[in-house]
C-alpha cells in the first residue's frame, strides 16, 4: 500500500540523517506543525484551529521564537485571536505539543 510504501521511504531518510546526527530520528519523529487561525493565545499556550476543523494547543516556552510576517522578532502580545500563523514545534510521547515557533501570517 502507499502509506507502507511511505514509511519505508520515511524510515529510510531517517536512518540516513541519522547517521550524519544520531539526535535526529527524535527530532525528525517528533517534530509536528500547523497552519490554521489562532482562536486562543496566552502567555503561555496558543490554540490554533486549521483549514480541516482541527484544533490543537502547543505549549509557548522561553525559547518559543514568534515572529511576524516580515520576520521582524515579535513577543506573544502580537499574536491576536483571529490571527493567521504557523506554529511549528515538537510533539512528545504524551500526544502535548510545544511551539518552537509562531510565524504571525496576519
Do not use: C, F, H
Request: net charge positive; aromatic share 2%; no cysteine.
Amino acid at each position: 500500500s502507499g502509506k507502507k510504501d511511505q514509511k519505508a521511504v520515511d524510515d529510510k531518510k531517517i536512518k540516513a540523517a541519522s547517521s550524519l546526527n544520531p539526535a535526529l530520528p527524535d527530532i525528525i519523529k517528533n517534530r509536528w506543525s500547523i497552519v490554521g487561525t489562532v482562536e486562543e493565545v496566552s502567555e503561555d499556550s496558543i490554540t490554533v484551529k486549521n483549514n480541516k476543523g482541527l484544533v490543537q494547543t502547543a505549549t509557548i516556552n522561553d525559547k518559543t521564537s514568534i515572529t511576524e510576517k516580515n520576520a521582524k522578532k515579535t513577543t506573544v502580545d502580537a499574536v491576536k485571536k483571529g490571527s493567521s500563523v504557523i506554529v511549528i514545534g515538537t510533539k512528545d510521547d504524551n500526544s502535548k505539543y510545544t511551539a518552537s515557533m509562531i510565524r504571525i501570517k496576519t
